[in-house]
């Protein structure tokens, strides 16, 4: 009981490390260290806990952020590849379409705000948050809550 709680521990700690070191690509074994525990002792508690590699986390997790700000913000794409520490805005781009199949450019032109490919951020339990389905309306230039979540 006691190990099984502290495993939950460490992985709400790395979870809140990964998020507040999200915007310069934070790596593996700077969590290990980080932790002082082993990267591989670190791995399968992420896993076991997050159901989920740390790498691929960290992934989606700087590619939700991109996208919130492509739709939310006027930011230049350039600009928000490298907030997030991406080596080029081409790796940026790249690495979106493969996720959202669309690049930056027709996502932040989308008409309907599609979050269903965005990584939440995990709740304490281990579930992660709902994130609401947005529609962009370019006749009066609001964004209104889909009634199909």
């Known amino acids: 009981m006691y190990a099984v709680l502290m495993k939950q521990m460490l992985y709400l700690k790395m979870l809140a490390w990964l998020e507040d070191n999200i915007y310069c690509n934070p790596a593996i074994d700077d969590l290990a260290q980080y932790m002082g525990y082993s990267r591989r002792f670190v791995y399968d508690v992420f896993y ?32 928000i590849a490298w907030q997030l520490s991406y080596d080029s805005p081409q790796t940026f781009s790249r690495e979106f379409k493969k996720r959202f199949s669309l690049s930056p450019r027709e996502y932040r032109c989308a008409a309907h705000w599609d979050t269903a490919k965005l990584l939440k951020k995990f709740h304490p339990d281990g579930e992660s948050l709902p994130l609401a389905r947005f529609f962009f309306s370019a ?4 964004l209104r809550l889909s009634d199909e979540v």
Request: aromatic residues 6%.
């Open 139 to 142: 006749g009066t230039g609001l």
């Open 48 to 79: 076991q806990y997050g159901q989920l590699p740390i790498g691929q986390y960290i992934r989606l997790r700087r590619l939700t952020i991109a996208a919130v700000s492509l739709r939310l913000t006027r930011q230049p794409i350039a600009a």
